[in-house]
């Protein structure tokens, strides 16, 4: 039996309405594979498929509550059988903090069907007490916002000294339409257009030409710096509030030649900060 606790591996549980799904939808965004309430008796047969890579899952997170009828028996045996340690998080809040959260949510308590909301909260808590024990990492949640709760998951569980932000730079041209997905949208049309140019219309924002005429014009250099300095000063802001992905759009007219000579810079700018870029030329090939 491995008794080494698997950082790939983890399992979310504790009260109702402290914030399970808040954190299996970050853990989902960090590139877990999240099972919601997946019966207890079937975890040991999905990480056996997993260790034997039957499924193509890198990294696997399991939210598992008292909604199951048999999750307090089933559970603490299972978590013992287990060929790999998952890391146990346990969340929980006061009785204040959950009473109003469900009053607020208007759902029922799953513990207080014919008792008040109160006497379920603390029903609860008494029968998940001994779980509470076995957890690796207890959160409180009682007065976090959304935000604060993902960033002590990402500096308490996932061990991140700094959020991780996903920026995925997309070329475009207007007239395909901007990007649906678009968190940042950056107009080119006013640079030198190298459509106008014979021997560049055919090339595209990848070739050497068509780059050193867009980048050689002060209206691109002056433009740039501050493109840069503007992307620069958001991305903590988006970290701080808990985005795990910020798509930026750069459009030109066609999407052929100056969304895509800017949309490189802005990438090799942004590498060069150590920020983890993806960039995707939509319509250079329209």
Request: some cysteine; charged content about 30%.
């Given at each position: ?10 399992v ?7 914030g399970?799904?808040?954190v ?15 019966p ?73 069907k ?17 779980i ?51 968190d ?37 250099v ?9 992307v ?21 007219t ?32 329209k």
């Amino acid at each position: 039996m491995n008794n080494h606790k698997n950082d790939n591996f983890i399992v979310v549980t504790g009260l109702s309405g402290s914030g399970k799904t808040v954190v299996s939808r970050f853990l989902e965004d960090m590139g877990y594979y999240c099972v919601d309430n997946l019966p207890a008796k079937l975890i040991p047969e999905l990480v056996d498929l997993w260790l034997k890579k039957k499924v193509e899952i890198d990294r696997m997170a399991l939210v598992v509550d008292i909604r199951e009828p048999n999750f307090l028996t089933d559970f603490p045996e299972v978590l013992k059988r287990l060929k790999v340690k998952p890391k146990l998080i346990f969340l929980e809040a006061s009785d204040e903090a959950l009473v109003k959260r469900f009053s607020e949510s208007r759902r029922p308590h799953p513990l207080a069907k014919k008792k008040s909301i109160l006497e379920g909260v603390r029903l609860e808590r008494k029968k998940l007490a001994k779980i509470k024990d076995m957890a690796d990492e207890v959160i409180d949640t009682t007065g976090l916002t959304i935000s604060q709760l993902k960033e002590l998951v990402a500096r308490r569980v996932l061990k991140e000294k700094q959020r991780r932000l996903q920026v995925n730079v997309v070329s475009f041209g207007y007239k395909h339409g901007i990007p649906l997905d678009s968190d940042l949208v950056f107009d080119t049309r006013f640079l030198p257009n190298p459509f106008y140019v014979d021997e560049l219309r055919g090339l595209d924002g990848k070739s050497k030409k068509v780059r050193e005429f867009v980048l050689n014009s002060e209206e691109t250099v002056e433009y740039l710096n501050n493109l840069f300095k503007f992307v620069d000063s958001l991305i903590p802001s988006f970290i701080k509030e808990g985005k795990s992905t910020l798509t930026i759009s750069i459009g030109c007219t066609g999407g052929k030649h100056r969304s895509v000579v800017i949309a490189e810079a802005l990438k090799n700018h942004l590498r060069q900060k150590m920020v983890d870029v993806k960039i995707i030329h939509r319509d250079i090939y329209k």
